[in-house]
């Protein structure tokens, strides 16, 4: 069974940071690009970050760029999302999904099938 499991949510006050974890089982993680997407309350899905299947290549949406930071370790099998400077817009739901394809290119990469569960990341003004 294709899994993923987020961890590492919580209460921060702005300015802070947070490390975000997700734990994959069930397929070739090395092979998929991986993302973080989140939701904040009351809001649609925001896709925040990528990080591509070979040379582990990281894209970011912009308003993210210079404060987060997306990882791998396919030894582990784990993806990360470090969170600093953190402001109270950041406050969501974040999930870790993989991409639909293994071994993706370009703009096929970010269609996404397997979700985690999400963890609550909550930023106090």
């Known amino acids: 069974e294709v899994q993923l499991v987020e961890s590492g949510g919580g209460l921060v006050q702005a300015g802070g940071s947070l490390r975000l974890s997700c734990a994959a089982s069930?397929?070739?993680?090395?092979?998929?690009?991986m993302n973080w997407v989140r939701q904040a309350p009351g809001k649609g899905l925001e896709w925040v970050a990528g990080v591509s299947w070979n040379r582990g290549s990281t894209t970011y949406a912009e308003s993210m760029k210079g404060r987060f930071t997306i990882s791998r370790d396919d030894a582990k099998n784990m993806l990360y999302l470090q969170l600093d400077s953190l402001k109270s817009d950041d406050t969501a739901v974040y999930y870790c999904?993989?991409?639909?394809?293994?071994?993706?290119?370009?703009?096929?990469?970010?269609?996404?099938?397997?979700w985690g569960q999400g963890t609550q990341v909550t930023v106090s003004s």
């Open positions: 999904t993989k991409s639909r394809r293994d071994r993706c290119a370009g703009h096929g990469c970010y269609f996404f099938d397997v």
């Open positions: 069930g397929f070739s993680f090395s092979d998929y690009f």
